[in-house]
């Protein structure tokens, strides 16, 4: 990508050169999908100690980090329906709603750039099929025939999640929440990976190893978020761009995709697989031949630079919006919690 902003349209007459510039996306998408991965394991870590506390009986001052219902997506999903069908913040679990609105809003303005530039899973998946392509000198493909169908299963689950909440009330959603299951919904999540039972464990290897050999397994094929955050981005009017007349057909951004995208024979990549990452950008040795799009009559490739800085405006912005207006906590006294971590395993669904 050019250090400034061009206009494709504009450049036709000027002569095809090889690119100088230096590309900054993936320096800037490797710095944000670090700081993200540190804040979820120093989230993971407060909140590990927060519940340890409950669990020994021995208080040792550690707070509940907000943050951890970032987790707890179906959460975000059922406070956001409770906040358009009653206009008010949800009391619990607050901080889930406002974490899903983030990332569905900035899939609505940069293509899937949570998957691209946050999601920690995204990242450790990322890192992994690099670590296989660098190790075997390739990645592995699944056959179109069976690629098709398995992309369709984190649809099936986003599906099923998208039903069960859309037929709960406002009521039903806020009587969910505040039962016992609602309240300590994070510490079965810790629970769930603290504990895993055989079956999770082998499924657990088996992802975590394929991921080393196909690119972005878990994202590609089953992450009902990445279903619903590549659904959001369809509405985007932002889109990665081929200029045809700059472009010298070398494809080697179709084999930087990590979407397997053939960004070499299309004009532009309308595909809700497509995150946002600017790696086919990156790669790209041809000056202003391809760039991620704003809409207009006079077309303009946006800088990664204004990629990160909506990303961080976006995201701090309305975190720092939910904590200033106080609903970022839930306000679950320490009481509730003695109560109920203890007997977390055994509390029921309502
Ligand atoms: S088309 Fe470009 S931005 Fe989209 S996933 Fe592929 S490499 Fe990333
Ligand atoms: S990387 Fe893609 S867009 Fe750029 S010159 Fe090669 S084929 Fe064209």
Redesign the pocket.
Known sequence: MATMECSPCQSKKKPLVRRTDKDVSQLLRRWAQAIFLILNLWIGVQFFFFVRQFESGVGSGWTRPAGVEGWLPIAGMMNSKYLFLTGEIPAIHPAAMFLFLIFVGLSLLLRKAFCGWLCPVGTVSEYLWKFGRSTFRRNWRLPRWADIPLRGLKYLVLGFFVYAVGFMSAESIAAFLRSPYGIVADVRMLNFFRYLTGTAAIVLAVLLIGSVFVRNLWCRYLCPYGALMGLAALASPLRIK??PE?????????K?CPSHLP??TLIQIRSAECIGCME?IA????DY??GLSIPGAKPRYLHPRAVAAVIAIVFFGVVGYAKLSGHWESPIPDIMYQRLIPIAAEVGHP
């Open positions: 081929r200029n700059r472009c010298i057909d070398c494809a080697k951004c179709a930087a960004v070499d086919c790669v790209c040795p041809a031949a391809l």
